[in-house]
């Protein structure tokens, strides 16, 4: 099954940590919005470095779901693992297997995000295992 839809983003910049050797990660909550097939909210707790090359860095981040898939109500964890090689963006977005409760337990599936002239999209590959 797939679903799309459109979600608006809200940054909060969080204090950095430390992870040794006097090298820092930047650390962001994100609040979350989804219309469309996905009637939900979210928190992510983002963590993320920039390489000395220009154009080069990675994020990793977990994320709570939480409202109506297709009409099935529930929550759902999902995992991000994004990389930027040089300029070129990769992003792995996966539900955490097992996380679904209430009508979305059994959900597993990827999510993909697009962003166009500003506005935030998504597209839901997802099934149901028994």
């Keep these: 099954m797939q679903a799309k839809g459109e ?3 809200t940054r ?3 204090q950095e940590l430390d ?4 090298a820092r990660v930047g650390h962001s909550r994100f609040d979350k919005r989804f219309h469309g097939p996905l009637q939900a909210t979210s928190v992510v707790h983002m963590l993320a470095v ?3 090359m220009p154009g080069s860095g990675a994020y990793v981040a977990i994320e ?3 409202g109506t898939l297709d009409g099935r109500r529930g929550s759902f964890y999902a995992q991000h693992n994004g990389i930027m090689d040089r300029g070129r963006p990769s992003l792995d977005l996966t539900v955490v297997p097992d996380t679904g409760t209430d009508g979305l ?3 597993h599936g990827r999510i993909a995000i697009d962003i166009v002239d500003g506005k935030h999209y998504y597209t839901f590959d997802y099934d149901f295992r028994d």
């Excluded at 992870?19 to 006097?22: P, T």
């Design 7 to 9: 979600f608006e983003v």
């Design 19 to 22: 992870i040794g050797g006097d």
């Design 64 to 66: 709570r779901i939480e």
């Design 12 to 14: 909060i910049p969080q």
């Design 50 to 52: 920039m390489a000395p």
């Design 105 to 107: 337990a059994g959900l």
